[in-house]
């Protein structure tokens, strides 16, 4: 069984950062792909950005290019995801999740893991 956990959410800023931790337990390591999705109030869960345990490669949705960046570290089973220059339609609770298919990876409905999600607020 996949265990997340979610940490790192806050206020801050309009233009600032914030860096976003997930820690990940049971049988994710080299077999499981990780991504980042938020979900805004009245608004549908999104994809944010996904990578790969073991080869490092990642994807992003176009609203954060640029300013989000995810990475890991394999020996703490650890997802980060650093977000620059935030804006105020990025405030949102934020979901660490994980599955098999990189070919699905946008799709919400098609993750089988996820945290409880942690909150972003972005301010003035």
């Known amino acids: 069984q996949v265990q997340l956990v979610e940490s790192g959410g806050g206020l801050v800023q309009a233009g600032g950062s914030l860096r976003l931790s997930c820690a990940a337990s049971?049988?994710?390591?080299?077999?499981?792909?990780m991504g980042w999705f938020r979900q805004a109030p009245g608004k549908e869960r999104e994809f944010v950005a996904a990578l790969t345990w073991s080869g490092g490669t990642t994807d992003y949705a176009d609203s954060v290019k640029g300013r989000f960046t995810i990475s890991r570290d394999n020996a703490k089973n650890t997802v980060y995801l650093q977000m620059n220059s935030l804006k105020h339609e990025d405030a949102a609770v934020y979901y660490c999740?994980?599955?098999?298919?990189?070919?699905?990876?946008?799709?919400?409905?098609?993750?089988?893991?996820w945290g409880q999600g942690t909150q972003v607020t972005v301010s003035s």
């Open positions: 999740a994980a599955d098999v298919n990189w070919g699905f990876r946008t799709v919400v409905a098609r993750w089988g893991y």
């Open positions: 049971g049988p994710t390591t080299g077999t499981h792909i």
